[in-house]
């Protein structure tokens, strides 16, 4: 079937790895990727789709309103799928308003264009909503987060997310727009930027840099390999019912320490150091203020409903992460150059 999909933040990480999978695997549909190719996004993550007849990238920014309305009165748009945002907690830290005008604003923009255009007549049509687990807070030593746990967003980054999916479900019920909406834990994979622990601690090995571990190193994230997430969307864009929520998280649970040192030894066999080589590197700094202890998600009513499940271990998508940043140096020489060093000297001056 014939469809025109608008997906937001396509030039980024898991944006990138969505925008492959509709592009390759839906020849039919018109993808178009909207993005505003902020120090986060990169069209060389999508080079090889880049001449696919069935893909546009039009580069604008969801803060702006009537550039927005302009796109949706371009094309005749069936369903969006937004993960346009800014993303990296550290920054809502130091800027929380740019994540207030992008995450909460830039949504309500989406959210009226969709509305307007599709004036009532919802058949066919979806907007669906990309968000994280960090909208329920912090978890203690035991227990997950449900698809009914109370939000309880602690850093600016959350507070911008759970405001967006509030206005998302606040759309469904008072003007009736199709939405599903998904909370996903910490994603890992190839073209992650390195400001992300797992690609910046890849990063610092390989350049034999310090790996700067916050606080006492015990913080937990549940770990999920960025192609499943993208198939996870996949699923429940095509078979999720309209007005529900899906957890997606791969019951993966890793304290921040041992992950480090599970990389540390995997990085000295890759580079062929001397085993404990790279775990020199590590170095305990200030931590991160309003630190979230622990995050897991249950994946069950996603895995019972629609049939999802991962479809790689931990060990074999860590393979592969660190396998591309190792083969794709000039990606991360891209990256890191410019903007990203005056960023990393005022992140970790202390
Ligand atoms: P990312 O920072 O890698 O990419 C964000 C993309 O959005 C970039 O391409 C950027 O250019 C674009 N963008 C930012 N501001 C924009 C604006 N104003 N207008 C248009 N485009 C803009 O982020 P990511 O890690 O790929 O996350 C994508 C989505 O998934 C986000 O909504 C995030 O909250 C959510 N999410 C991320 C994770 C994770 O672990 N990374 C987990 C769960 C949910
Ligand atoms: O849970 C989903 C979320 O995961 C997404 O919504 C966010 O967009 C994504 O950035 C991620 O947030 P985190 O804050 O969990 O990811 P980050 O990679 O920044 O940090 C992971 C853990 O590692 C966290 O406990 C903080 C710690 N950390 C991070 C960095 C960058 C360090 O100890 N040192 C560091 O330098």
Redesign the pocket.
């Known amino acids: 079937m014939k469809k025109t999909l608008l997906i ?9 790895h969505v925008v492959r999978l509709f592009v390759n695997k839906y020849p039919d549909y018109q993808i178009l990727n ?9 069209l060389e993550n999508l080079k090889d789709i880049e001449n696919a007849p069935n893909y546009t990238f039009i580069k ?4 702006d309103a009537a550039g927005i309305n302009k796109i949706f009165n371009t094309y005749n748009i069936d369903g969006v799928i ?7 907690v550290d920054r809502s830290i130091t800027d929380p308003n740019a994540f207030i ?3 909460v604003m ?1 949504t309500a923009n989406l959210l009226n264009a969709a509305k307007e255009s599709w004036k009532g007549n919802f058949e066919g049509k979806r907007f669906y909503h ?5 909208v329920y807070g912090s978890l203690g030593e035991t227990g997950f987060f449900l698809e009914t746990t109370p939000y309880d967003p602690q850093s600016p ?1 959350s507070a911008s ?1 759970a405001a967006s999916d509030h206005f998302v479900r606040a759309y469904g019920n008072t003007y009736g727009l199709p939405f599903v909406l998904t ?6 994979g190839p ?3 390195p400001e ?1 622990l797992i690609p910046l601690f890849i990063n610092n090995i390989r350049n034999n840099k310090p790996l700067p571990v916050y606080g006492d190193g015990k913080y937990t994230r549940d770990w ?1 390999y ?1 192609v499943d ?1 993208a198939r996870a969307i996949d699923m429940v864009f095509h078979t999720g019912k309209n007005g529900e929520t899906y957890n ?1 998280g791969g019951f993966n649970e890793w304290q921040n320490i041992e992950l480090v040192k599970l990389l540390c030894t995997k990085m000295d066999e890759k580079l062929g150091r001397e085993p404990g080589t790279s775990a020199q590197l590590i170095s305990y700094i200030k931590d991160r203020p309003g630190h979230d202890r622990r995050y897991a998600i249950d994946a069950t009513k996603i895995k019972t409903e629609l049939g999802w499940e991962p479809s790689v271990t931990f060990e074999q998508g860590l393979d592969i992460t660190i396998d591309w940043y190792l083969n794709n140096q000039e990606w991360l020489d891209h990256v890191t150059s410019g903007n990203y060093q005056s960023y990393y000297q005022k992140q970790y001056a202390h």
Do not use: M, P, R, W
């Open positions: 937001t933040g396509g030039a980024g990480f898991i944006g990138s909207l993005d505003a190719l902020t120090y986060a996004g990169n604008a920014d969801i803060t937004h993960l346009a945002a800014e993303s990296h005008q992008t995450n830039g990309v968000s994280t687990d960090e980054y997310k909370n996903c834990s910490n994603n890992y073209n992650h930027f992300k999920l960025v997430h997606i």
